[in-house]
């Protein structure tokens, strides 16, 4: 019959991948633990006794990192349903053969209501497919000899928590996004891609945003699994979507740089999880999930006209600047530099006035007062490009009519003169 479980599959140089999960129940079945000292290291009896004491005391409690195993028995995969099936032949342990080892330990010992407790216990596994020996001797030294703290934007990827299923999920299926995703570093230093860590968090951000509705529409379904429910699935295929449409649809260098960073993907994602917030506050059955994050997205997700200059730090003041930015661009964003012409100048300078120590503070009835001023501006068109707007002072509360009258009589000063 073999073993089914549920696993994401991704390629790591030319070997198949799969990260996912399984029950303590079916490490014996589905994993070799034998000692192979030219594979692994000599058990540590005393460790094992540890780590076995650890899980009779937490059971359900428990948490552990994945186990790293090579996979050379015959399988299949289902890339429909994402299960992975052992059909004939046993996992080898590549790292954490402690573990493992104390869990065959216990499953031996513990009876009755224990046992099936433990049985019911998920693994975090990673499984890497036909690796020849000397491969798994090395990657073996790697984790075991040259170990070091494993950077979280690497570790992540490795993981089976469900923004990272959700992320694996997503590239699987829009395989030309991958190259678009900076893997290994935090940042990308080419700046053309979105480092994979920043999309998983603010995944995990919206993951918690959605809990009302995760509540409401999958009661029951372990949150690890929720990525397996299409209806769930959709709203962060839609998130993911959208981003990386802005990314790619932005002509300009600087702005489509400055939309890949962490502080512009936190705002975007902070000002959704308020929406949503709202949404479940005041909707009895939130079940157009999707459709208003699409919307919300839609309206978000547009160029800007006049460029962000403020701090570029990650903090919650940067993102609340941001995300004020995006507020202001959002007034500006149905008219284009040639709509404006020159007067584009002034009102560059008039939202500029509104930084302070390069952050943009703005409140909605500053905001109603842009919406006045760019009102004006297109009112006043054609006396305002007659102007020298290299000589013009603005501030927050300046009118046009007030830089009218003081342009005039700055003339009369002149032709007095």
């Known amino acids: 019959m073999g ?95 402690h573990r493992l080892n104390s869990i065959k330990e216990l499953i031996n010992n513990l009876t009755g209501e ?57 590239v699987s299926e829009y395989l030309d996004k991958k190259e678009l995703i900076e893997w290994e570093k935090k940042q990308s230093f080419s700046k053309d891609k979105i480092a994979y860590i920043h999309l ?51 002509e300009n260098k600087e702005h489509k740089e400055f939309f890949m960073t962490k502080v512009y993907l936190n705002a975007i994602t ?14 009895e059955n939130p079940n157009n999930v999707e459709e208003l994050l699409g919307n919300l997205l839609d309206n978000l997700l547009k160029d800007f006209l006049i460029s962000y200059q403020g701090v570029s730090s990650v903090n919650r003041i940067t993102e ?15 008219f284009t530099k040639e709509s404006l012409g020159l007067t584009y100048v002034l009102v560059e300078r008039y939202v500029n006035s509104f930084y302070n120590n390069k952050v943009f503070h703005i409140k909605n009835e500053e905001l109603e007062k842009l919406r006045e001023f760019v009102s004006q501006v297109l009112t006043h068109k054609d006396d305002l490009i007659k102007l020298n707007l290299e000589k013009v002072n603005l501030t927050k509360s300046t009118t046009i009519e007030e830089l009218l009258t003081a342009t005039e009589d700055r003339r009369e000063q002149t032709v007095g003169q």
């Open 320 to 334: 609340d600047s941001i995300k004020n930015f995006i507020k202001a661009n959002q007034i500006l964003s149905k």
């Open 3 to 97: 073993t089914e479980f549920r696993a994401i599959s991704y390629k790591w140089q030319d070997h198949t991948c799969y990260v996912g999960t399984i029950s303590y129940g079916d490490v014996p079945d589905i994993i070799d633990s034998k000692l192979d000292l030219a594979m692994n290291r000599s058990i540590n009896s005393k460790r094992v006794d540890d780590i076995a004491k650890y899980i009779k005391e937490e059971m359900e409690g428990t948490f552990f990192p994945p186990v790293i195993l090579n996979c050379n028995a015959t399988t299949t995969y289902d890339a429909k349903e994402y299960k992975l099936k052992i059909i004939d032949g046993q996992l080898t342990i590549i790292d954490g053969q």
């Open 114 to 170: 224990n046992l099936k407790k433990l049985r019911r216990i998920m693994l975090p596994v990673l499984i890497i497919e036909g690796l020849e020996n000397y491969e798994h001797r090395e990657l073996f030294y790697k984790i075991n000899k040259q170990s070091k703290t494993v950077d979280n934007n690497i570790s992540v990827r490795f993981t089976p928590s469900l923004e990272n299923l959700l992320g694996l999920k997503y």
């Open 200 to 250: 998983i968090e603010c995944l995990k951000t919206i993951i918690k945003a959605l809990q009302p509705f995760s509540n409401k529409y999958f009661p029951g379904v372990e949150e690890q699994l929720l990525y397996t429910e299409e209806k769930y699935y959709k709203i962060f295929e839609t998130f993911l979507n959208e981003i990386f449409n802005h990314v790619n649809n932005t």
């Open 270 to 283: 902070l000002e959704i999880c308020e929406s949503l917030s709202v949404y479940f506050d005041n909707e």
